[in-house]
């Protein structure tokens, strides 16, 4: 599901699972971690370094957890030693993207990556392919030096050709070594900090789209802080702020109650308001063409919208309730949908 219309890539800090310092739990919740990134087809998960004073493996043990999740499972005993890291990583989550095939038949005209060992490849946990020459060699998702795409050219004898992708692959993984200031100063792209700090997300989110459309901007990068520490404070600390150091400082849950929300939890809250956001303003919805909404409940409790444009509709309005069909969106995301716009008295 990705409704927003550049890239979109996550920036996270090495401390982001520092709350679950029990191994087993790390390990299941950068699965999921991986999971919900995959979801929105995030492009990159770029690890960032909260503290550069302290010990740096917390962030190269999750950097390696994520790039194990997105390595095709015929390739992980081949590029992964058995590693501490890795010692519970039979309990990660499955995560299915395309290039995770179900089966181990090969079909002529498959797409799949695959690891180069000198003139051939590494297709299957034993199956070694003849490499033709195709297009140029690209670096497969998440990153790793020897992966490349492969298209099978013949099963019997088993031959492949270098390719591209052609459907999601994943996302890339990459831990910087240095702290927010020099990791912000460094992507080029929208930046949009996430903070309870920041504004409503339902004013800003509409101006962050039409700065993408405005500047042709290709990738937009979401911050997050860490689980103890805001954005605002880690800049802060490394003698910066975060005025000016992002596009947009944006609170994606202004209801919040918790005291904080942690990283592994403002990550899937932020990607389904994002998304969700960039489908309901987008200009292919009808109901945004023509005014503002209003929304009530029919009589299985559903949430219903319909539109207006002068005081009679909004009159005649009150005796079609009941017979609008609701949105099967609304059924999914009432809450995210409904917030994003302030509902006017009938």
């Known amino acids: 599901m990705r409704n927003w219309p550049s890239e979109l890539s996550i920036v996270i800090p090495d401390t982001s699972l520092s709350t679950h310092e029990n191994p087993v739990d790390f390990t299941i919740r950068a699965g999921f971690l991986a999971r919900y990134s995959a979801m929105a087809n995030v492009r990159r998960v770029i690890i960032y370094r909260e503290d550069v004073s302290r010990d740096a493996r917390a962030g190269k043990d999750l950097e390696t957890l994520l790039k ?3 390595i095709p499972p015929y390739l992980r005993k081949r590029v992964f030693p058995l590693t501490n890291s890795l010692r519970y990583a039979g309990l990660i989550p499955p995560l299915n993207i395309p290039t995770h095939p179900q089966t181990k038949r090969i079909a002529p005209g498959d797409v799949r990556v ?8 590494l297709v299957d946990e034993d199956k070694l392919a003849e490499l033709a020459q195709g297009e140029g060699a690209q670096i ?10 492969v298209r099978i ?8 050709e270098l390719c591209g992708p052609v459907r999601y692959s994943g996302f890339y993984v990459e831990l910087t070594h240095q702290g927010l200031k020099a990791t912000l100063a460094q992507l080029n792209g929208l930046k949009i900090g ?17 700065q993408l459309s405005k500047n042709g901007v290709t990738e937009t990068f979401l911050v997050f802080g860490s689980p103890s520490s805001d954005l605002s404070e880690i800049l802060e600390a490394q003698g910066s702020s975060a005025k000016g150091a992002f596009d947009f400082y944006v609170n994606m849950d202004p209801g919040q109650v918790l005291k904080s929300i942690r990283t592994d939890e403002a990550v899937p809250l932020s990607l389904i308001t994002l998304n969700c956001a960039a489908a309901l ?31 009679k509709e909004r009159r005649n309005s009150r005796r ?8 099967d969106f609304l059924r999914l995301f009432p809450s995210i949908s409904l917030s994003l716009f302030q509902d006017p008295k009938v």
């Open 281 to 311: 303003l987008s200009s292919g919805n009808p109901y945004l063409r023509w005014g503002k909404l209003i929304s009530w409940e029919d009589n299985k409790g559903h949430p219903c919208w319909t539109r207006y444009t002068s005081r």
């Open 68 to 70: 194990f999740c997105v």
């Open 194 to 210: 996430t903070s309870r700090y920041g504004e409503d997300y339902s004013k800003a989110l509409p101006s962050a789209l039409e």
């Open 320 to 327: 079609r309730r009941g017979r609008q069909k609701p949105s």
């Open 153 to 160: 050219t013949s099963v019997k004898p088993l031959k492949a």
């Open 114 to 121: 695959a690891f180069i060992e000198g003139t051939k490849v």
């Open 140 to 149: 497969a998702p998440p990153g790793i030096k020897g992966l490349t795409f």
